[in-house]
């Protein structure tokens, strides 16, 4: 069994994703593919998401500013510029959903203004600040005005989720998932520019949904809500396993909130965020793991029952960077346990041991449902960031327990 917890270990590990990707990623007309499969073919090459976008500037910023090769500057730059271009949509100052690409033309394109998106925008520009690949300030503060002024409600101190290309149309839908990508968002711009407006922006966000908003849904975070921030119970009803907007209780997302809870733990300590992240992860890990199979589900219903009974990628990903921040911070074994667990589910059956990176999903039994490893959105943003996670905060004691 490989050592987990070990640093050389993980950064082997983070090389090999990036080794996957390393030759067929990018699209010598500009930007990057999207849409590989298991031996790294790309089965299309038309479509472009703005999520894929982002994060593979996340990668490549990270990449570079971690010593994994020089290359990843331009390869970031370049990102970004592809994202200005071909994003951005003009006029509105906010950056399109995805669109479809015929040679270098743009064939269709769906403009929506989604905050989820936004968020990343923003996410991608502080860690190309951080990696000292651009002045961000601007660009950051830009995006921020926009969500600002089109989707922040202050009477509920939350986002709304969309808006039509031309910002006029507000759609009802509420949900938690753009919200807690926007405050991952703040955090990555409060610590690239140290402006304070960020970080106060993240802890309200996440007193709002790990606080106020779960304490209707009996102590976790549910996804949906209505305009008025009332539990939606029935939306996506039918659709336990939809991409964005999955029907239950997702424990990939009680475990990266009681992550970025621990994270904001650490910039502005607050024992809140520690109570609050302890029991996240705790209920996630009491309703979410399959012990007949192992591995962590996608989603549960109320009453206990599996909604989407299959394993992926990122929800094991976020859960066994959580279970390290918390062993670190409270020394407790339970956690270092989980995080091994974890770990060990995902090197049996989801890390592809013959051609590199992690497969995006398998069945409840750890069986292959497809051969579409990285289809737009996965780019494996979320195995890359968790690792990294995991190497900044190894033997890093900073509570003790009295």
Same mark, same amino acid.
């Given at each position: 069994?490989?050592?987990?917890?070990?640093?050389?270990?993980?950064?082997?590990?983070?090389?090999?994703?990036?080794?996957?990707?390393?030759?067929?990623?990018?699209?010598?007309?500009?930007?990057?593919?999207?849409?590989?499969?298991?031996?790294?073919?790309?089965?299309?090459?038309?479509?472009?998401? *703005?999520?894929?976008?982002?994060?593979?500037?996340?990668?490549?910023?990270?990449?570079?500013?971690?010593?994994?090769?020089?290359?990843?500057?331009?390869?970031?730059?370049?990102?970004?510029?592809?994202?200005?271009?071909?994003?951005?949509?003009?006029?509105?100052?906010?950056?399109?959903?995805?669109?479809?690409?015929?040679?270098?033309?743009?064939?269709?394109?769906?403009?929506?203004?989604?905050?989820?998106?936004?968020?990343?925008?923003? *996410?991608?520009?502080?860690?190309?600040?951080?990696?000292?690949?651009?002045?961000?300030?601007?660009?950051?503060?830009?995006?921020?005005?926009?969500?600002?002024?089109?989707?922040?409600?202050?009477?509920?101190?939350?986002?709304?989720?969309?808006?039509?290309?031309?910002?006029? $149309?507000?759609?009802?839908?509420?949900?938690?998932?753009?919200?807690?990508?926007?405050?991952?968002?703040?955090?990555a711009a409060y610590q690239a520019t140290n402006s304070p407006i960020y970080l106060q922006r993240a802890e309200s966000l996440a007193k709002r949904f790990a606080g106020d908003l779960a304490a209707q849904a009996g102590g976790l975070i549910w996804e949906h809500y209505d305009s008025q921030?009332?539990?939606?119970?029935?939306?996506?009803?039918?659709?336990?396993?939809?991409?964005?907007?999955?029907?239950?209780?997702?424990?990939?997302?009680?475990?990266?909130?009681?992550?970025?809870?621990?994270?904001?733990?650490?910039?502005? !300590?607050? !024992?809140?965020? *520690?109570?609050?992240?302890?029991?996240?992860?705790?209920?996630?890990?009491?309703?979410?793991?399959?012990?007949?199979?192992?591995?962590?589900?996608?989603?549960?219903?109320?009453?206990?029952?599996?909604?989407?009974?299959?394993?992926?990628?990122?929800?094991?990903?976020?859960?066994?960077?959580?279970?390290?921040? $918390?062993?670190? *911070?409270?020394?407790?074994? !339970?956690? $270092?346990?989980?995080?091994?667990?974890?770990?060990?589910?995902s090197w049996d059956y989801l890390i592809d041991h013959e051609y590199g990176a992690w497969y995006r999903v398998v069945g409840q039994d750890g069986r292959k449902l497809s051969d579409q490893k990285s289809p737009m959105g996965k780019v494996d943003y979320h195995t890359l960031g968790a690792?990294?996670?995991?190497?900044?905060?190894?033997?890093?004691?900073?509570?003790?327990?009295?």
């Amino acid at each position: 069994m490989p050592a987990f917890h070990n640093a050389d270990f993980l950064t082997g590990h983070t090389a090999k994703i990036l080794a996957f990707y390393e030759p067929i990623a990018r699209d010598p007309k500009g930007g990057f593919f999207h849409n590989f499969s298991d031996d790294g073919r790309v089965y299309d090459a038309a479509n472009r998401h *703005l999520v894929s976008s982002t994060r593979f500037v996340f990668n490549y910023a990270q990449a570079y500013r971690r010593g994994y090769g020089d290359h990843y500057a331009d390869w970031a730059k370049e990102g970004l510029n592809y994202i200005e271009s071909h994003h951005r949509v003009a006029g509105f100052g906010h950056y399109g959903w995805m669109h479809t690409k015929d040679g270098d033309q743009v064939k269709l394109r769906d403009d929506r203004a989604m905050a989820y998106g936004q968020a990343f925008v923003i *996410l991608a520009y502080a860690h190309a600040h951080m990696a000292g690949l651009v002045n961000a300030h601007e660009t950051i503060a830009q995006v921020h005005q926009l969500l600002e002024t089109e989707f922040y409600q202050p009477e509920h101190n939350a986002y709304a989720d969309e808006r039509s290309a031309d910002l006029s $149309l507000l759609d009802p839908y509420r949900g938690q998932n753009a919200n807690m990508h926007l405050c991952e968002a703040y955090i990555a711009a409060y610590q690239a520019t140290n402006s304070p407006i960020y970080l106060q922006r993240a802890e309200s966000l996440a007193k709002r949904f790990a606080g106020d908003l779960a304490a209707q849904a009996g102590g976790l975070i549910w996804e949906h809500y209505d305009s008025q921030w009332s539990l939606d119970l029935n939306y996506n009803i039918d659709k336990p396993g939809d991409l964005f907007k999955p029907w239950g209780f997702q424990p990939g997302h009680q475990t990266e909130w009681a992550k970025l809870l621990l994270e904001l733990h650490r910039l502005a !300590p607050n !024992p809140w965020y *520690l109570e609050r992240a302890e029991a996240l992860f705790n209920r996630a890990m009491e309703k979410g793991w399959d012990s007949q199979y192992g591995g962590l589900v996608y989603g549960f219903a109320p009453d206990g029952r599996f909604a989407d009974a299959n394993k992926y990628f990122w929800v094991q990903a976020e859960s066994f960077a959580a279970a390290n921040r $918390l062993y670190q *911070l409270t020394g407790k074994e !339970p956690y $270092l346990d989980w995080y091994t667990r974890i770990w060990q589910f995902s090197w049996d059956y989801l890390i592809d041991h013959e051609y590199g990176a992690w497969y995006r999903v398998v069945g409840q039994d750890g069986r292959k449902l497809s051969d579409q490893k990285s289809p737009m959105g996965k780019v494996d943003y979320h195995t890359l960031g968790a690792c990294w996670d995991v190497l900044d905060h190894l033997n890093e004691r900073s509570v003790t327990l009295s």
